[in-house]
């Protein structure tokens, strides 16, 4: 073997660890720098309660007390009086930052209404309508809830100090409101709404549950809603995608050295 064959061989040796260890640092330098310019991200994932179908994710970019809000939700109940049902949904502070469980159920109809899922969640710290009043007070206008089965929501709000300080402190819920009555039992069907008693109990039922958690994200995954399927499957851990891209780029360094050292010899 060659000097020339040896320091070739060498080179190999170290250049795939080399190529693997600065993807993955580049990827957390790059968020890290995102989040440091533009404030601080969180995420939501969505999950369903109370024999809810849907699912979701919401982002929050938080900066001062500025929130940039994404989201994206669908399989929801579609209808409510033969028009396309409303769902108001809210950030709950001053809880436990977590989602109930079926032991919130206190009365033993099957569903957990907003007030039994309160001690989990909280009240309503900031309510996420389309356009207009944001505060507690409009957490039931259902004439500024997003509505239908499946929609997109983005919205620029500013937040009160209450809001911000269960944000920070990681107690802060994203809590989507309405259920398809005809998933419940006959007793929850009967009931009026905790909150408003002029509607049915799964008027206002929480349907969709996410505490709010700190993301390297800077966007709203593609395919968030409903992902598993296609693709990096909405990049949920992209470092791996990343890292593939480096196990391409060591693959092919390797074989120009390959070939070097068959020329050399």
């Not at 969180?42 to 999950?47: D, H, R, S, V, W």
């Not at 001690?119 to 944001?134: C, F, Q, W």
């Not at 709404?193 to 995954?221: K, N």
């Not at 968030?224 to 851990?237: E, I, R």
Request: charged share 10%; aromatic share 4%; with cysteine.
């Amino acid at each position: 073997m060659t000097n020339k064959t040896k320091i070739s061989t060498r080179a190999l040796a170290m250049a795939a660890p080399a190529v693997l260890l600065a993807i993955p640092l580049a990827f957390t330098a790059s968020t890290a720098s995102a989040q440091t310019a533009g404030g601080t991200t969180y995420m939501a994932t969505l999950n369903p309660l109370n024999h809810a179908s849907g699912s979701g994710m919401l982002m929050l970019q938080l900066t001062g007390n500025k929130a940039v809000v994404t989201e994206d939700v669908k399989g929801l109940a579609a209808t409510f009086m033969k028009a396309p049902f409303p769902h108001v949904q809210h950030i709950h502070i001053n809880g436990m930052g977590m989602c109930p469980t079926t032991a919130a159920d206190k009365n033993g109809d099957g569903v957990i209404s907003t007030t039994e899922g309160g001690a989990a969640y909280g009240g309503i710290g900031t309510t996420l309508s389309l356009t207009g009043d944001t505060s507690p007070a409009a957490g039931t206008d259902i004439k500024i809830a997003p509505s239908g089965a499946a929609f997109h929501y983005s919205r620029t709000i500013t937040l009160d100090a209450a809001t911000v300080a269960s944000i920070k402190a990681g107690k802060a819920v994203i809590v989507v409101h309405g259920l398809d009555p005809t998933t419940l039992s006959a007793k929850a069907q009967a009931e009026p709404s905790d909150l408003v008693p002029s509607l049915p109990l799964a008027a206002t039922s929480p349907a969709l549950c996410g505490p709010l958690a700190v993301s390297q994200m800077t966007s709203v995954p593609g395919g968030s809603v409903n992902t598993g399927g296609g693709g990096t499957s909405g990049l949920q851990d992209p470092w791996l995608f990343a890292a593939g891209a480096g196990l391409a780029v060591a693959a092919g360094g390797a074989l120009v050295l390959r070939r070097r050292i068959s020329v050399e010899k």
